[in-house]
């Protein structure tokens, strides 16, 4: 029994990477998947094909590809959080109010998951959805989050995931990320001056809980040219504070 148990995880987990690396691809083959994950082809082949049968990948075009099945399961996912279906008409508000782009975002395993984005008339155009994961200490979403978590689960994420550059303002060590949790919490928000995409700045408030611990944030996304001066340093700030504010007073009272 053990040993088939064994087996099954390690097929479930050889399944979880061919979706995985067909999602950072779009579309492949075979041969390339089998080429990417350093497995037989004859192994890839087989998997995909009980993948197709369960219409969890398709094949479109001479590849395979990532099956709307999935999208089901992210809604289902989605609609399950509470905070989603409270969250979103203040997301738009400030959206609408800002004319950027405006972001709901809650922490899982560790890592920042987008849930919600709405788009103000001049919003850019940038490589977040819904669903899309990232590091916690490069977004002022996430540092938001961090700074309303227990000590203890700060040391647990960074411990696990590091603290990464992804430009040259990234906060990249210990000593930083603590000093920006400590401002964090002294002025109830967050910001990010072009800490994972240059050029962009955001400002982030965080959604508590009773227990004034963080179980999601919003923020305000624009480009550097617009998002300066008094528009970065109150307005902004003061309009993703109100709406975490509404957003958590629902849902204690809804």
Known sequence: MGANTA???GALGTSLRILEALK??????????????????????SHLRTLREH?????QDESYCIGLKFLDFGEHARDRMGIYDVAKPEVQSLADET????????????????LFRAKGEQAVNLDT???MRVGLHCTSLGKAV???????????IVDRWGLPARTATTISTREELDEELAAIRERGYATDNGERLSGLRCVAAPITNPDGHAIGAVSVSGPTSRMKGETFRSEVPERVR??????ELNLTYS
């Not at 950072?24 to 082949?45: I, R």
């Not at 219409?55 to 094949?59: F, I, K, L, N």
């Not at 972001?103 to 899982?108: D, P, S, T």
């Open 129 to 131: 959805h819904a669903g």
């Open 7 to 9: 087996n099954t995880i």
């Open 146 to 156: 961090l700074a309303y978590l227990p000590e203890e689960r700060v040391d647990e």
């Open 99 to 114: 004319g950027e782009l405006a972001n709901l975002l809650v922490e899982e395993h560790g890592e920042g998951v987008y």
């Open 24 to 45: 950072e691809k779009g579309s492949a083959g075979v041969t390339e998947l089998a080429n990417e994950l350093d497995l037989p082809k004859s192994t890839v082949y």
């Open 55 to 59: 219409e969890y990948v398709d094949w």
């Open 242 to 247: 109100s709406a975490a504010n509404v957003i």
